[in-house]
Nanobody, 114 residues
């Protein structure tokens, strides 16, 4: 059974940092493109960042220069380092694994507020 286990969300003040982690179980992690998506209340889910199996990355324009996605294939884990957080980054963040099939995590809440 495939599970994408996310961690690292929480409440942070504007300008602060958080690091999200996602450790998929039951997939051949190194073969997958891994991504982070987010969904704010009343809005559609949107791509935040993704990293391919060869390490190529892609970011939503609004997070470029602030967020960094990385992967550690030895640990079967993908990370999203989020710096200089803004209130508009508040959302539920979802981990995604995509290759021959597409899998989603359960989501982790990130709230940026003073």
């Amino acid at each position: 059974q495939v599970q994408l286990v996310e961690s690292g969300g929480g409440l942070v003040q504007p300008g602060g940092s958080l690091r999200l982690s996602c450790a998929p179980r039951g997939i051949m992690f190194s073969a997958y493109t891994m991504g982070w998506y987010r969904q704010a209340p009343g809005k559609q889910r949107e791509l935040v960042a993704l990293i391919t199996r060869d390490g190529s990355t892609n970011y939503q324009d609004s997070v470029k220069g602030r967020f960094t996605i990385s992967r550690d294939d030895a640990k079967n884990t993908v990370y999203l380092q989020m710096n200089s957080l803004k209130p508009e980054d508040t959302a539920v963040y979802y981990c995604n694994a995509n290759w021959r099939q597409n899998y989603w995590g359960q989501g982790t809440q990130v709230t940026v507020s003073s």
